[in-house]
């Protein structure tokens, strides 16, 4: 009984992913050292004190005692136990560089092992249990179950968040430096009329047959588009000074600074730019491209 902190919940899925796609296990952990272990053990203890004292799994209902008191000790226990665990592993954090996500996992399992150990024994003082394996492994089996459920809910609002800072991050350094920035794409036709509008309104760029079609805000920041008769590699022979700009599907080229959430994962990603209702593609292919310039 036991719940993780925000930032070590990332890794129990991609843990249990790994037989999909191994090469996780060896990507550096995208977030820094936690140096809040107070307050993430504090918050732990109080989840777990939560969930027994008002749902009461796993038969805590049928108990006789005082179920308060009862849950306000495995909520310090969890709390005890997560704080000596960060505290006595920060060393081994500081020591191996780069820490990847396979250390992350080992990390975790250490302390879904320790936490489990303490609850157990605590648990059978309590219920008058015999102490034994049957009894050990059925507890530890509940207690990584509790861990998956936990995890596989807060691991993509935990990343995203982080995806979506580090995006508004770059979003507001870009932005500054492109102000007056203003482009043209070309229109190949006989009658065609040029496309020229500020590089920071461009959202993004899909190819239809033998035109593309250009979505960008206008001046009261509606999303408006406009078709031209070119090719994306035109389009990104008219855009290639600009590092934000980015071709990230065969049929998509995308103004990085313009994305305000992604969603996905190593398979590829569905981008959101600022109030456009479309969602743009990542294809697998460009994914690496993608995390090489947020990372």
Not at 177 to 184: F, G, L, N, P, R
Request: charge should be positive; proline fraction near 3%.
């Amino acid at each position: 009984m036991f719940s993780f902190s925000n930032k070590n919940r990332y890794l129990c899925t991609v843990f249990y992913l790994s037989m999909m796609n191994k090469n996780i296990l060896k990507r550096k952990y995208p977030f820094p050292e936690n140096n809040h272990w107070l307050r993430d053990s504090v918050m732990d203890g109080v989840i777990v004190f939560l969930i027994l004292y008002f749902l009461q799994p796993f038969g805590f209902s049928m108990y006789t005692g005082n179920k308060l008191m009862a849950s306000l000790i495995f909520g310090l226990l969890t709390l005890v136990c997560t704080a000596v665990y960060l505290l006595t592993t920060r060393p081994l954090r500081q020591h191996v560089q780069p820490w990847r996500v396979w250390h992350q996992a080992l990390h975790i399992i250490g302390l879904v092992l320790f936490i489990g150990i303490c609850n157990w024994l605590v648990f059978s003082f309590i219920f008058h249990y015999q102490l034994t394996i049957e009894l050990f492994l059925y507890f530890l089996y509940w207690t990584f179950i509790i861990g998956v459920i936990i995890t596989v809910v807060s691991v993509g609002i935990g990343y995203n968040s982080y995806l979506r800072g580090r995006m508004e991050t770059l979003l507001e350094n870009s932005i500054e430096e492109q102000q007056d920035v203003v482009v043209t794409i070309h229109d190949s036709s006989v009658r065609g009329n040029d496309l020229t509008l500020p590089i920071n309104n461009l959202l993004y760029v899909e190819a239809q047959k033998n035109n593309v079609m250009v979505y960008a805000n206008d001046a009261e920041g509606r999303t408006t588009s406009t078709e031209l008769h070119a090719t994306l590699s035109s389009v990104l022979a008219d855009l290639h000074d600009y590092a934000n700009i980015f071709q990230c599907h065969r049929s998509f080229v995308v103004n990085l600074n313009n994305i305000t959430s992604a969603k996905g994962n190593s398979n590829g990603y569905q981008l959101t730019l600022g109030k456009c209702p479309a969602v743009v593609p990542v294809s697998r292919t460009y994914v690496p491209k993608l995390k090489s310039f947020i990372a």
